[in-house]
């Protein structure tokens, strides 16, 4: 009976602190939409018309950087790729008001051709 008591007592402090310590640290972000999401408060929104306002998070090189060491070239190298990657999307991306347009006239040549 007392060697149950004692594995419980190990569980309780093994696995149930653990979530309580993730669940009260873990960071709050902000949503990746925020920019056209409607506020709480009641104050007008702001949602940016073109699509040269929206811009994806830059990774960043964080620490101390040792140009003498290949595994830090390798991290250089892969921030620089991510944000290479990052910037041909923006470039690249359809912008929503060219794709509304083009599903209307779709949908208006689609009903033209039923009649």
Known sequence: ????REILDMMRRFL????ILVGCTAPVTDP????CSPRLDGKPTYCPDTLGDI???RTEVRGEVDIYDPYHWN???GVYVDNLRKSRIEQTATK???SIDQALLEFEMST???Q
């Open 112 to 114: 033209e051709s039923d």
């Open 55 to 57: 811009k994806l998070p």
């Open 16 to 19: 149930i602190l653990p979530f």
């Open 96 to 98: 929503p008001s060219d």
């Open 32 to 35: 990746p939409a925020h920019a």
């Open 75 to 77: 991290t250089l190298h």
């Open 1 to 4: 009976m007392n060697y149950t």
